[in-house]
């Protein structure tokens, strides 16, 4: 494997290899992080045709947006302890004419990011598919690295989720039940070990708005939903972020924040192109969406960057 390759592949043996768990699972002090989503090349093309399924043909706007948003990064001071892609890295489903081609300029684009702020993926429905399947999975793992994995940074315990077997594991129900059982695992160390936060990266939001709202294509169906938002309150989860919604959401469950972002590429409402800094401190965890022009142009705001150094 090449050295740049090695980049896509650091979540391997459901962990996460840039980050040691030994030097990294006490409190250092606060630090942020970087979330995007669905940059999603094709769909800008798509979207406009009208044609979801066919016509992403064309994704050189979201090249573009994606060396916008890895330029916005590299010129942060400080730097962000990493950069998590919350799903929908390219639009092409599985097996289809243009996924291989997409996912090779996703990465050339994703190379020029700083060496030392590491990428981290999480599996999306166009990714893996809306029903998985083994060979879908296994193909996202080949390319991005392991589709569940759980890794400390600075004393915060994280949780990348495939969100996609909550929401249809019909062909690989095996699948489902293995995260299922590493997923009760982690939460109870979690339990145990008292952690400062635990905070969850997943494509698809647990809910939009209210946790009790009605399901649809955006949001995970109402009982999977409440049996998740129940063990990861239970286990201290204090954060779930996602993508897939393709504008900016969220609400709250008790103690627990859901963040939905929208997206590096396609929008479908009326946010900008943007990424989300996510600032965690000792008391509290600090959101704010910024459109890409902004971030490139003028940086972090003055009351994030006292919050870091705080």
């Given at each position: 494997m090449s050295e740049d390759q090695e980049v896509f592949l650091r979540?391997?043996?459901?962990?996460?290899?840039?980050?040691?768990?030994d030097e990294e699972s006490e409190w250092k002090g606060a630090f942020y992080f970087?979330?995007?989503?669905?940059?999603?090349?094709?769909?800008?093309?798509?979207?406009?045709?009208?044609?979801?399924?066919f016509g992403g043909d064309e994704w050189e706007d979201e090249i573009r947006l994606t060396e916008e948003a890895v330029e916005a990064i590299n010129k942060l001071d400080p730097k962000?302890?990493?950069?998590?892609?919350?799903g929908d890295l390219v639009h092409s489903m599985p097996g289809t004419e243009w996924k291989q081609a997409q996912e090779r300029d996703l990465k050339c684009a994703l190379l020029k990011t700083n060496q030392d702020i590491p990428l981290v993926f999480v599996s999306g429905n166009h990714d893996i598919g809306n029903a998985p399947t083994s060979e879908t999975v296994q193909d996202f793992s080949n390319n991005w690295g392991d589709d569940y994995f759980s890794f400390w940074v600075g004393g915060v315990f994280f949780l990348v989720?495939?969100?996609?077997?909550?929401?249809?594991a019909s062909k690989c129900p095996q699948l489902k039940k293995n995260q299922d059982k590493w997923l009760a695992d982690q939460l109870s160390v979690a339990q145990q070990q008292q952690c400062k936060r635990v905070i969850i990266f997943q494509h698809i939001p647990l809910f939009l708005q209210k946790p009790d709202e009605e399901n649809n294509y955006f949001n995970l169906e109402r009982s999977v939903r409440q049996e998740?938002?129940?063990?990861?309150?239970?286990?201290?989860?204090?954060?779930?972020?996602s993508g897939h919604y393709?504008?900016?959401?969220?609400?709250?469950?008790?103690?627990?924040?859901?963040?939905?972002?929208s997206a590096i590429g396609c929008q479908i409402g009326e946010d900008e192109h943007g990424l989300r800094v996510v600032v965690v401190t000792e008391k509290q965890i600090v959101h704010r969406y910024y459109s890409l022009d902004q971030l490139k142009n003028?940086?972090?705001?003055?009351?994030?960057?006292?919050?870091?150094?705080?």
């Open positions: 979540a391997r043996g459901r962990t996460f290899n840039f980050f040691r768990a970087i979330q995007g989503a669905d940059p999603q090349l094709g769909l800008m093309k798509s979207w406009r045709l009208g044609n979801c399924d962000p302890k990493f950069f998590v892609l919350c989720l495939n969100s996609q077997l909550f929401f249809d998740l938002l129940q063990m990861f309150h239970k286990a201290g989860v204090k954060a779930v972020f393709h504008r900016n959401a969220g609400g709250t469950y008790k103690d627990l924040d859901m963040v939905v972002t003028q940086g972090l705001d003055q009351d994030i960057i006292d919050l870091i150094k705080k």
